[in-house]
């Protein structure tokens, strides 16, 4: 593995979970010597891509990289309605043909909120999601933040939408996400773990099995950007078919 990206840096706690530092979107560091030597992001690779859906089609592998290789449930992102340099609107893509992307995938998007100007969506694993939901410590959070005891996919996605629409970050979503349970708690206040690193997301107690997570993470969106910036078809790399040997996500304590 490539030398960690991160390192500890203190902050107060602020915002949400997730850090203001949008690694996740247009910071994609190189496994070896040739990605170190050029950071893609999707304005890049979208220019190999004429058709608007394989445009599209190239966004969401690149946002979903990590749920694709099995070491994320889900990822969220948030689509303006803004012409990015390359000459493409996301959110209008999204709009236009988002459905009919995602059919040719493994995965499922949820819409947690649209304002109009932007829409914020949940790309996720169905098998991935519903596993989590297994887990007693995951169980007994969202029991504890309002969650129905009957707990389905259906319900919390809908619980997620609600809380958006009243105006309430569901801080929760972090569990959803792929960040560890310690931080998500720590972050909520539900468990007396002191704040000790800034990465992607804000990091409590020890955070070396954090910080190697998040490299995982970054590994995988590296690993994606290349694999774009090569294949024939965006639609190679959402088949999930670059990662044979990925196994079913399992929550990180």
């Known amino acids: ?25 247009t910071d994609v560091p190189g496994l070896d010597r040739r990605d170190r030597a050029r950071r893609l992001a999707w304005k890049d690779i979208a220019k190999r891509f004429c058709d608007p859906r394989d445009c599209l089609a190239s966004y969401v592998a690149l946002e979903s ?12 992102l948030s689509i303006s309605d803004r012409t990015n340099s390359c000459g493409r609107n996301p959110y209008r893509l999204w709009k236009a043909w988002g459905k009919q992307v995602l059919d040719a ?28 939901l297994l887990s007693p410590a995951i169980r007994a959070i969202l029991h504890r933040e309002g969650y129905a005891d009957d707990l389905c996919l259906t319900g919390v996605l809908d619980k997620l ?31 007396r773990i002191p704040f000790t690193c800034q990465g992607p997301w804000k990091m409590y107690g020890d955070p070396r099995n954090s910080l190697r997570l998040a ?14 910036a ?8 959402l088949s999930g078919n670059s990662y044979p040997g990925r196994s079913l996500f399992l929550p990180h304590i």
Request: net charge negative; proline share 6%; aromatic share 6%.
């Open 215 to 228: 490299e995982t993470f970054r590994s995988c969106r590296a690993r994606m950007a290349t694999d774009l």
């Open 1 to 25: 593995m490539a030398q960690s990206q991160f390192s500890c840096q203190p902050l107060r706690k602020t915002g949400d979970l997730k850090s203001t530092h949008n690694s996740d979107a």
């Open 105 to 132: 995938t493994p995965l499922q998007a949820h819409e947690l909120a649209d304002r109009g100007h932007s829409v914020l969506v949940l790309l996720y694993q169905p098998e991935a999601l519903k596993n989590l």
């Open 161 to 191: 939408t609600e809380s958006l629409a009243a105006g309430v970050f569901p801080h929760e979503i972090g569990m959803f996400l792929g960040y560890p349970l310690k931080d998500v708690a720590g972050f909520m206040g539900l468990a």
């Open 230 to 237: 090569c294949c024939s078809s965006p639609y190679e790399c």
């Open 65 to 76: 990289a990590e749920v694709l290789a099995g070491v994320k449930p889900a990822n969220l």
